[in-house]
């Protein structure tokens, strides 16, 4: 898997150096970061006694030309609402914000690198674990 779009879990493994995600980002080519990752990392920041180095090493990261920020438009909420449909159908919930991250994957043909096991209830939906 080359080409990802970062769950928020994986870009705090990335930074607290676990090997298993360190080692991953090597062999990326792309690696996408959804509107609603960048909004969780900021509310966690914070929350934590570091906001600032945490929004510098974030800037740092974001400024890598293999990252890429990717937002949400009206082809997103189609996505978002077919995902959101089927999960129902199932009776298998996930939170809002893992929808939003899953529909900007599914349109950019990306896998969600996540260490998140319900992304595997939507179909279609590569998902890249740790």
């Not at 607290?16 to 792309?30: C, G, I, Q, S, T």
């Not at 990717?70 to 893992?98: M, Q, V, W």
Request: aromatic share 12%.
């Amino acid at each position: 898997m080359r080409k990802v779009l970062l769950d928020t879990n994986i870009y705090v493994a990335f930074k607290r150096k676990e090997m298993e995600v360190v080692k991953a980002f090597h062999h990326l080519d792309y690696i996408g970061i959804d509107i609603t990752v960048l909004a969780e990392l900021y509310s966690g920041f914070k929350y934590g006694k570091k906001e600032k180095l945490n929004r510098i090493e974030l800037k740092e990261f974001l400024n890598n030309p293999r990252v890429h920020l990717l937002e949400h438009d009206h082809t997103t909420a189609e996505f978002y609402s077919g995902i959101y449909f089927a999960l129902r159908g199932k009776g298998c919930p996930i939170p809002t914000n893992d929808i939003w991250i899953a529909a900007v994957a599914m349109q950019n043909g990306l896998a969600v690198f996540t260490k998140d096991n319900h992304f595997s209830n939507i179909d279609g939906l590569i998902v890249k674990d740790s």
